[in-house]
């Protein structure tokens, strides 16, 4: 029996992030740690090269599939946490958005990776490109938005890892800097293909399109 007390769109609705938001992020981190268990228990590492080799025919496949490889667990964990939380803030946005703005860090800059990287022979894996991404997408949104919800997120997204992601364009051996910085790139184009346009009226009376 129904109880009388809750109306139906109580008892149905349920706040964005224990439903939606959650399932979303716990797929993929799921499908990075089920990927890297695999690969360390049963293939002996060997899809770790299979990411992103830069100007390599064989290599280009592995833009798509660089961000759920990772180089051992140790790798895997310091990205989750930062998967996670700058996740849950860009799906904030919207589901739709978030797979828009995702897809596009993920191909375009797993696309500059193979096309610029210095150095042919490395291998390059791992979130983090889409973790710069998302983070260029929140704070490059705030400013061609300018409005009160970007604007929080883009401050808490900058609280948390505003200097981690300084610190992560700087070369390093055996970090895909390269990675890095296109991935945040490829989030500030997220962001400007993503963001909403007015219309606004001219000087001559034509219609201007801008931003936020």
């Given at each position: 029996?129904?109880?009388?007390?809750?109306?139906?769109?109580?008892?149905?609705?349920?706040?964005?992030?224990?439903?939606?938001?959650?399932?979303?992020?716990?797929?993929?981190?799921?499908?990075?740690?089920?990927?890297?268990?695999?690969?360390?228990?049963?293939?002996?590492?060997?899809?770790?090269?299979?990411?992103?080799?830069?100007?390599?025919?064989?290599?280009?496949?592995?833009?798509?599939?660089?961000?759920?490889?990772?180089?051992?667990?140790?790798?895997?964990?310091?990205?989750?946490?930062?998967?996670?939380?700058?996740?849950?803030?860009?799906?904030?946005?919207?589901?739709?958005?978030?797979?828009?703005?995702?897809?596009?860090?993920?191909?375009?800059?797993?696309?500059?990776?193979?096309?610029?990287?210095?150095?042919?022979?490395?291998?390059?894996?791992g979130a983090s490109g889409w973790i710069f991404g998302l983070f260029g997408y929140l704070v490059a949104t705030a400013w061609y938005e300018r409005r009160p919800m970007s604007i929080l997120?883009?401050?808490?997204?900058?609280?948390?890892?505003?200097?981690?992601?300084?610190?992560?364009?700087?070369?390093?051996?055996?970090?895909?800097?390269?990675?890095?910085?296109?991935?945040?790139?490829?989030?500030?184009?997220?962001?400007?293909?993503?963001?909403?346009?007015?219309?606004?009226?001219?000087?001559?009376?034509?219609?201007?399109?801008?931003?936020?």
């Amino acid at each position: 029996m129904t109880d009388p007390s809750t109306t139906p769109s109580e008892s149905t609705q349920r706040p964005f992030w224990l439903t939606t938001g959650v399932a979303v992020i716990a797929i993929a981190l799921g499908a990075m740690w089920l990927i890297e268990i695999i690969d360390t228990v049963a293939l002996d590492d060997r899809l770790e090269q299979q990411g992103i080799q830069p100007r390599s025919i064989d290599g280009l496949d592995g833009v798509l599939w660089a961000p759920f490889l990772h180089g051992g667990f140790a790798h895997l964990i310091s990205n989750t946490i930062p998967f996670v939380l700058l996740s849950g803030l860009a799906l904030a946005r919207g589901i739709g958005r978030y797979f828009s703005a995702s897809a596009i860090i993920i191909v375009l800059g797993g696309l500059l990776v193979w096309l610029l990287a210095i150095g042919g022979n490395e291998v390059h894996i791992g979130a983090s490109g889409w973790i710069f991404g998302l983070f260029g997408y929140l704070v490059a949104t705030a400013w061609y938005e300018r409005r009160p919800m970007s604007i929080l997120l883009a401050v808490v997204a900058v609280i948390l890892y505003g200097s981690t992601i300084l610190f992560g364009f700087l070369p390093r051996p055996g970090l895909s800097w390269e990675g890095h910085l296109f991935g945040f790139i490829a989030g500030i184009a997220a962001a400007r293909l993503l963001s909403p346009r007015k219309t606004v009226t001219g000087e001559l009376g034509g219609p201007i399109e801008m931003s936020g």
